[in-house]
């Protein structure tokens, strides 16, 4: 079946440091991609996606490039924020063969200090 | 345009007892999926509704069911509540094309707490 894995967490940083958020995933066929972000006491919010290989989704700093032969979609930002702070989810989806469904990672959650 | 609305936002149950939740879409949505998130097996699909008909299934046991209405808002029943239970449980909304570029809307959740 679909599945995707995140870099085990939690993750760290100070202020204006660079980030990365690891997430492989394995499918059959090809899926589309997605970020999410959750902010304490809320619900899911995209925050960018890429529907094809080599796309570069990108929203608010934060990128992300398809790669099919390796199968992954890694978030990064250059310099993290104290409002970064959340848990980020990385997701699948395969909306020809299950709908809406999406798999998602087990989530990373980032303390950013200042 | 409002946003996807859940109610309750939390609810207090004890075992045995039943519980139903409700996801009212954006408007002109007609497709709701549901998901339960816990701390120890995170995002698990339950279920979508698109046009008031089940598309797809998790690998949820029976005391999991839901509905979807003419409206479009939709509404997940969980009868014989067990502690596993426990859980935040949220809703998206879309479109419900199998256009990889639709954008889903989450909701806030409903907490529910077993005890």
């Known amino acids: 079946g679909n599945s995707v894995t995140q870099m085990e967490g939690p993750v760290t940083l100070s202020e204006e440091a660079f980030l990365t958020i690891n997430c492989t995933y394995t499918?059959?066929?090809?899926?589309?991609l997605f970020w999410y972000v959750q902010y304490p006491g809320e619900g899911l919010q995209l925050l960018l996606k890429?529907?094809?290989?080599?796309d570069k989704g990108s929203n608010k700093g934060f990128e992300a490039t398809y790669r099919k032969e390796t199968t992954s979609f890694h978030l990064e930002k250059g310099s993290v924020q104290v409002s970064d702070s959340a848990v980020y989810f990385c997701?699948?989806?395969?909306?020809?063969?299950?709908?809406?469904?999406?798999?998602f990672g087990e989530g990373t959650q980032l303390t950013v200090n200042p | 345009k409002a946003g996807v609305t859940q109610t309750p936002r939390y609810l207090i149950k004890t075992r045995g007892q039943q519980v139903t939740l409700s996801c009212s879409p954006i408007?002109?949505?007609?497709?709701v999926s549901w998901y339960q998130q816990t701390p120890g097996q995170g995002l698990q699909f339950l279920f979508e509704?698109?046009?008031?008909?089940?598309?797809n299934k998790g690998n949820f046991p029976g005391r999991f069911s839901g509905r979807q209405f003419s409206n479009s808002r939709s509404e997940m029943n969980v009868s014989t509540l067990e502690l596993g239970d426990s859980a935040l449980y949220l809703c998206?909304?879309?479109?419900?094309?199998?256009?990889?570029?639709?954008?889903?809307?989450f909701g806030s959740g409903t907490q529910l707490s077993v005890l």
């Open positions: 509704y698109f046009s008031e008909t089940q598309r």
């Open positions: 408007s002109g949505h007609r497709s």
């Open positions: 890429a529907t094809k290989a080599d």
């Open positions: 997701a699948l989806r395969m909306s020809e063969t299950s709908g809406s469904r999406l798999t």
């Open positions: 499918a059959t066929g090809y899926p589309s």
């Open positions: 998206d909304s879309g479109q419900g094309t199998v256009a990889t570029n639709e954008k889903l809307f």
